[in-house]
């Protein structure tokens, strides 16, 4: 089991940058796939990035090109850097984690045990 918990978020003018981090404890979180979804209220919680084990990465369409996930398994941290920032990427961001996530999951929620509480991010225009 994995415990999860995020960081970084903020306010930020458009076009600005973030950097959120997630520390894993309770476990090595080099076992693990893991990923960033977020969520607005009153919609469903949609993933943003993923990473697997051997570092692959895959991305939303509509992150592509601005968002890097990355981590550091020495230090049992996932990022996401956040660049061109919209105000449509304005949300709660979570950090999550699996064993193993099949190919089609990569980005849905239901592929995901292991959640943190999220941070806040919000983007001005």
């Known amino acids: 089991q994995v415990q999860l918990v995020e960081s970084g978020g903020g306010s930020v003018q458009s076009g600005g940058s973030l950097r959120l981090s997630c520390v894993a404890s309770g476990d090595t979180a080099s076992r693990y796939e893991l990923a960033w979804f977020r969520q607005v209220p009153e919609k469903e919680r949609e993933g943003v990035a993923h990473i697997d084990s051997a570092g692959n990465t895959n991305y939303a369409d509509s992150v592509q090109g601005r968002f890097t996930i990355s981590r550091d398994n020495a230090k049992n941290t996932l990022f996401l850097q956040m660049d061109s920032l919209k105000p449509e990427d304005t949300a709660m961001y979570f950090c999550?984690?699996?064993?193993?996530?099949?190919?089609?999951?990569?980005?849905?929620?239901?592929?995901?045990?292991?959640w943190g509480q999220g941070t806040q991010v919000t983007v001005s225009s």
């Open positions: 999550a984690a699996v064993g193993y996530v099949s190919r089609w999951a990569r980005l849905k929620k239901s592929g995901y045990m292991y």
